[in-house]
C-alpha cells in the first residue's frame, strides 16, 4: 500500500535535517503504529507524507500503490487515497461542515472521473456515519471546527475520513487532547474502517490508543530514522521502561 | 476661514454650465440651500482630510470620464424575487420598464411630482439630512447632489411593507453622468426593504436620505454592478428612532473608483444601526472607499460596522470609519471591524479607524487588519481533495462570512454569496 525508502527531508527555511532515512511499508489492511519521543520526526512524516509546504525531500522516495506522491499535489494525493488525521484540526469560519464535507467529497469523485453524489444521497450517507460517531446535526450545520472541544475536532477528523473512504489513513497523535469516552469514540470509528483493503498509520506518544487501536506492527522512531520495528508488546515496552532502554539497545 | 483658491476654482469649474432643476413648489428652495452649502465649503481635493485616500477629481471633474458597458448572460440579480422594481436608465426614471409603483404598506412617488406639491412630508427630509450630516465632516458631494439631483424616488412607509422596492439601474450610454436623490421614510413601526443593484451610469452620484421613525424597521441591501470604468460617489444619511432598526449591506464589484458614504445618526434610545460592506476588486485600476460615520445621541443602542474587501492584482481599498459617542449617550454598543484579505504583495488597505468618546459607560471596540489567506487552512482544504483554487475561494468567502451575516434575509444573502463564487471563480 505505502511504500517509503530512505526518505530524507529537510525544512526548507533553515537548514536542518529532520528525516534521515526513513524505511516503512504497509501492507493493505495493516495497522502500523509508529511511536517516539518529541522531535523525533514524527509528524515531520506525515506532513511530507500529505503534501505540507515548507518542507523539502533530499533523498528517497514515498509512494502509494506504486504512484509517487511526492510528485504530487496535497490533492492529488488525498484524491489518490490518502488521508491525514490532523493533529491540529483547523478551524473555518464561515464554511458550514456539511458544505465542506461535500465539496471534499465531489472534488475526490470529481478527480477520479465519478460522478458527484447527489445532495440526497450525500445528506443520507453523512446523517448515517455521524450519528455512529455521535455527531449531531446541529454539529454539522455550524462552520468546520469553529467553537468544537477537542474530542469534537476529532470525531470530526474521523467523519471525514468515513467520508473520504481513503485508502491509506494517517492518525497524526489523533489521542492528543482526547479524554477517556473521547479516546474509546475515536477508536470505535477508526475500528469501523479497518478493512482488507485500507491500510492505517497511527502516530502516538501514548500505548493507550493502541489499547483500543490494535496495531500489527509498532515502530519506534527516534532522530529521523526508524530505530526498531516489532508487535504491539513493543508499544508496552515504551509504557513500561519509556524510550531511553530502546534507544540505548539500537544505539 | 476663505477656501483655498484651489477649491474655489474647482468649484467654479464644475458649476459654471449646470442648470440647477427648477420646480414649482418647495423643491427650488431645498436646491438653492444645498447650492450654497456647497459653495461655503467647496468641492474636496485630494488635499482635503477626508479624501487623503481617495482622489476626487474625476467626481469633481465638469466631463464624466466615459465608462465602457458591461455585458454577461448572467441572470440579473434578484430576479425571482417578489419586489417592486422600479428602473433608472443612465440616471432616468424608466416607467415602462418599472412595475406599477405600487405595494400594500408603501407609497411611492417621482421626486419632481412631491417637489412640486406644496405640502409634502419630503419637504422636511430632502436635504434635511444631508445638511445635518455636513457636520463635524463636510460632504460637499452629497450637497452637490442635493442641488442637482434630476431624478429619483420617495417612499413612504406606513405599515409592513407587502414586498421589497427594487432600485434597478442600468448603464446603457457610455458618457452618462447621473445625479439622483431618493428619499424614504419609515413610519412608526413600519417595516420596509430596499434592494439596489447596477451601476447607473459612466459617473454617478446617488444620494439616498433614510428616516426610521421610533419603532420601525429599515433593511438596504444593495449590489453595485461590475462595470468596471465607472465612477460613483454615493451618500446614505439615516435619522434613526427610539427601538428602530437600520441595517444596510452593500456589495460592490469591481470599478475604477466607488466612495460610499454612510452617515447616520441614532437619535432615539434602545435603537439599532449596522452598516456593512463587502468589496472585491482585480487590478491596479480598482479603487473602493467605504467612509461610515456613526453617531451615538441616545441611551442603550447598538451601532456595527462590518466591511471587508478582498483585493488582488494591485487593487486600492480605503476605509474610513468612526463612531461618535455624544455625552449621555450612555450604555452605548459600538463595535467596527474594518479588515482586508490581500492576495498578493501588490494590493493596498488602507484604514482609518476612529472612535470618539464623550460618555463613560459604553462599551466600543474596533479593530482594522490585513492578512493574506491561511496557508495551514488552505493545506487542511487541499488535504482533503479540494483544489488550491477552489480551497482558496472557500477560504475567501470563509473572510467574508462575518458581513455576509449581516444581511438578515438569508435566500438575498444566499443569491449575494452566489455572484461572489462567480466572481471569484472567474479570477482566478
Known amino acids: 500500500m505505502l511504500e517509503i525508502k530512505g526518505l530524507e527531508v529537510k525544512l526548507e527555511e533553515e537548514d536542518k535535517q529532520i528525516l534521515k532515512g526513513v524505511d516503512l511499508s504497509i501492507e493493505p489492511g495493516k495497522v502500523h503504529a509508529i511511536m517516539g519521543p518529541n522531535g523525533s520526526g514524527k509528524s515531520t512524516l506525515s506532513y511530507v507524507l500529505s503534501g505540507k509546504d515548507g518542507y523539502e525531500v533530499t533523498a528517497g522516495s514515498a509512494a502509494l500503490e506504486g504512484a509517487d506522491l511526492l510528485d504530487m499535489e496535497p490533492e492529488e494525493r488525498a484524491a489518490a487515497g490518502l488521508f491525514l488525521a490532523f493533529q491540529y484540526p483547523v478551524e473555518i469560519p464561515g464554511v458550514g461542515n456539511m458544505t465542506f464535507l461535500r465539496t471534499a467529497v465531489n472534488a475526490q469523485r470529481k478527480e477520479r472521473g465519478e460522478e458527484e453524489l447527489s445532495a440526497a444521497d450525500f445528506l443520507k450517507e453523512v446523517r448515517a456515519k455521524a450519528k455512529s460517531l455521535k455527531i449531531d446535526a446541529e454539529m454539522l450545520k455550524r462552520p468546520v471546527n469553529v467553537g468544537f472541544s477537542g474530542g469534537e475536532k476529532k470525531r470530526n477528523e474521523i467523519l471525514q475520513m468515513a467520508m473520504l473512504e481513503p485508502k491509506m489513513c494517517i492518525l497524526d497523535e489523533t489521542d492528543s487532547g482526547l479524554d477517556v469516552d473521547a479516546m474509546k469514540l475515536v477508536s470505535e470509528g477508526v475500528n469501523a474502517l479497518r478493512s482488507e483493503g485500507r491500510s492505517f498509520l497511527v502516530i502516538t506518544h501514548y500505548q493507550r490508543l493502541l489499547d483500543h487501536i490494535k496495531p500489527d506492527i509498532v515502530h519506534i522512531m527516534a532522530d529521523g530514522r526508524i530505530v526498531k520495528s516489532g508487535g504491539p508488546e513493543l508499544a508496552l515496552e515504551v509504557e513500561n521502561n519509556g524510550y531511553a532502554d530502546i534507544l540505548a539497545e539500537v544505539a | 476661514m476663505a477656501l483655498a483658491q484651489l477649491k ?143 431624478d429619483g424616488v420617495v417612499i413612504r412607509v406606513t405599515g409592513k411593507a407587502s414586498k421589497p422596492v427594487n432600485f434597478v439601474y442600468l448603464h446603457k450610454n457610455t458618457a452618462s453622468d447621473a445625479v439622483l436623490h431618493n428619499l424614504v421614510k419609515v413610519e412608526a413601526g413600519a417595516e420596509f426593504t430596499l434592494l439596489e443593484t447596477g451601476p447607473a451610469a459612466a459617473r454617478f452620484s446617488k444620494q439616498l436620505e433614510v428616516e426610521v421613525a421610533e419603532g420601525g424597521t429599515f433593511h438596504h441591501v444593495r449590489s453595485q454592478g461590475r462595470d468596471h470604468e465607472r465612477r460613483a460617489v454615493t451618500h446614505c444619511f439615516a435619522r434613526i428612532a427610539s427601538n428602530s432598526t437600520f441595517k444596510s449591506f452593500t456589495l460592490t464589484f469591481n470599478g475604477v473608483l466607488t466612495r460610499n458614504e454612510c452617515v447616520l445618526e441614532i437619535v432615539g434610545d434602545e435603537a439599532t444601526a449596522h452598516v456593512a460592506g463587502v468589496c472585491v476588486g482585480d487590478g491596479t485600476d480598482f479603487h473602493h472607499d467605504d467612509t461610515v460615520f456613526i453617531t451615538h445621541d441616545a441611551v442603550n443602542c447598538e451601532s456595527r460596522q462590518v466591511f471587508k474587501k478582498v483585493l488582488r492584482n494591485g487593487a486600492t481599498g480605503v476605509f474610513q470609519g468612526k463612531i461618535l459617542v455624544k455625552e449621555g ?100
Open chain 2, 329 to 428: 449617550a450612555q450604555k452605548t454598543d459600538g463595535y467596527q471591524i474594518s479588515q482586508s484579505l490581500l492576495l498578493d504583495d501588490d494590493s493596498v488597505f488602507l484604514a482609518k479607524p476612529e472612535l470618539e468618546i464623550y460618555a463613560d459607560d459604553v462599551a466600543c471596540s474596533h479593530g482594522s487588519t490585513s492578512g493574506a489567506i491561511d496557508e495551514t487552512a488552505l493545506f487542511y482544504l487541499r488535504s482533503r481533495g479540494v483544489s488550491h483554487d477552489d480551497a482558496r475561494n472557500l477560504l475567501t468567502l470563509s473572510f467574508l462570512a462575518e458581513a455576509l451575516e449581516e444581511i438578515a434575509d438569508e435566500g438575498l444573502a444566499e443569491e449575494l454569496r452566489d455572484r461572489l463564487e462567480g466572481w471569484l471563480s472567474r479570477h482566478r
Open chain 2, 8 to 150: 474655489i476654482d474647482t468649484t467654479e469649474a464644475r458649476l459654471a454650465d449646470v442648470e440647477v432643476p427648477q420646480g414649482a413648489a418647495w423643491g427650488n428652495a431645498a436646491r438653492a440651500d444645498a447650492m450654497a452649502r456647497l459653495r461655503q465649503m467647496g468641492l474636496p481635493t485630494k488635499r482635503d482630510e477626508y479624501w487623503k485616500y481617495t482622489d476626487p477629481t474625476s467626481l469633481t471633474a465638469v466631463a464624466a470620464p466615459e465608462a465602457a458597458l458591461f455585458h454577461n448572460d448572467e441572470v440579473p440579480l434578484f430576479n425571482a424575487v417578489d419586489r417592486v422594481k422600479i428602473v433608472f436608465v443612465d440616471g432616468v426614471f424608466d416607467a415602462d420598464a418599472s412595475d406599477d409603483l405600487t405595494a400594500e404598506g408603501v407609497e411611492i412617488e417621482r421626486l419632481a411630482d412631491a417637489m412640486d406639491t406644496d405640502i409634502h412630508w419630503a419637504k422636511d427630509l430632502y436635504g434635511v439630512l444631508e445638511a445635518r450630516g455636513q457636520k463635524p465632516v463636510e460632504r460637499p458631494l452629497a450637497a452637490l447632489n442635493t442641488a442637482l439631483a434630476t
